[in-house]
């Protein structure tokens, strides 16, 4: 007795009947535009020697200029050498000399410190501030804005030559503009007491970078939390504090650590102003002069090298406490908070 396959039945052999047509193959067939495991083994090469071909020129910088120079550095920071004589192994005696035996490591530790406290708060608010009044639409508000951010292509070295007479004691234009007053204006950058905030103002006119960069997060908030913030009987100082600072935190936290990097790397604008000589009574060493006059005036490219990875530790350190407290005041479009 034989049994028929219902429709859509695969036909298959039954007792007592003969065997239905034979079953399909269990193994699958390669589809047409599929790739097989050596081919796509030789596309993933491919894929990543172009990228590495990419990259290879930045990477070869890196290498050379930035990364065994550092690690060069490391080493000469425990040894004592003149770049003449060959360097001699001294441990630890760089680091305990700096710290113990050398107040003007101190010294320039401390103006370092006091220029990157007050310079980077003054420019988060001044670009800020700035940025709020050229975010709005006005007449002119593209030749303003063009007009903040000019400063920032300005060289530092050409900045600092226009300060430098800006700044001159007896005929420079900031002197003379208090004369009209009756006031008499300090000697800048020949003053103990005056040259750092002279420096200070330097940086705070090239704050164009930071400015556009504010302006552009604030046109991206929606205008619709702005209404219903009007709508909700919030004044224009209440929308500006409680919605615009909030969504452009991540901004200002950009800002901050480069601006705070830039502070304590800050070299060519000491260099010029003061030509070279830290100011009057050392009042504007700071760390990276320093290194540069322990390297290349003393000779002493070991101990300068112990400044230059004290001064990587420093900065650092202070980069990750400003990372760490990003959590608790730079809010994110996409992050939810409990």
Same mark, same amino acid.
Do not use: C
């Given at each position: ?14 007792p007592g009947?003969?065997a239905g ?6 193994t699958?067939?390669r ?6 495991r050596?081919g ?10 172009t990228?590495y071909?990419?990259?290879s020129?930045?990477?070869?910088? /890196? ?11 490391l080493?000469?920071a ?10 001699? /192994?001294?441990?630890?005696?760089? /680091? ?5 035996q050398?107040?003007?490591?101190w ?5 370092t410190l006091? =220029?990157?406290v ?6 988060l ?12 639409p ?5 030749f /303003? ?9 300005v ?6 030559m226009?300060f430098?007479?800006? =700044?001159a ?10 004369a009209?007053f009756g006031i008499?204006?300090p000697a800048w950058l020949?003053?103990?007491h ?13 704050v ?7 302006i ?15 709508i ?5 100082f ?6 615009s600072?909030?969504l ?24 010029v102003?003061?030509d070279?000589t ?5 009042a ?13 005036r003393?000779?002493?490219?070991g ?14 350190a ?5 990372l760490r407290s ?13």
């Open positions: 007795m034989t049994t028929t396959a219902r429709p859509g039945e695969d036909s298959v052999p039954r009947g003969p047509p034979p079953a399909a193959s269990l699958p067939h589809q047409k535009g599929t790739v097989t050596p796509l083994r030789r596309k993933r090469t491919r894929e990543a020697l990228f071909a990419f990259i020129p930045w990477l070869f910088g /890196f290498i050379v200029f930035t990364a065994i120079p550092m690690i060069a550095s080493v000469l425990f040894t004592n050498w003149d770049s003449f004589q060959p360097p001699v /192994f001294i441990g630890i005696a760089n /680091f305990v000399k700096m710290f113990t050398d107040p003007l490591f010294q320039a530790l401390v103006h006091y =220029f990157t007050v310079s980077v708060p003054l420019s608010l001044i670009a800020l501030g700035l940025a709020q009044l050229l975010s709005r006005m007449r002119g508000a593209r /303003f804005r063009t007009i903040v951010y000019i400063p920032a292509l060289p530092l070295v050409a900045g600092a226009i430098k007479w800006l =700044f004691p007896d005929s420079g234009p900031v002197n003379g503009f208090l009209l008499k204006g020949l003053d103990p005056w040259v750092i905030p002279g420096i200070i103002l330097l940086s705070l006119w090239q164009g970078a930071g400015t556009i960069l504010l552009a997060a604030l046109q991206g908030i929606p205008p619709e939390l702005y209404e219903a913030a009007r909700d009987g919030a004044s224009r209440q929308q500006f504090w409680r919605l600072v909030p452009v935190t991540p901004i200002l936290f950009f800002n901050l650590i480069t601006g705070m990097i830039s502070a304590f790397q800050v070299f060519s604008q000491v260099y102003l003061t070279g830290s100011g009057p009574d050392n504007s060493l700071m760390m990276v002069p320093y290194v540069y006059d322990s390297a290349f003393n000779y002493n490219m101990y300068a090298s112990a400044l230059a990875w004290v001064l990587f530790l420093i900065i650092m202070l980069s990750a406490i400003v990003s959590r608790a005041w730079v809010f994110y479009e996409t992050e939810v908070r409990r």
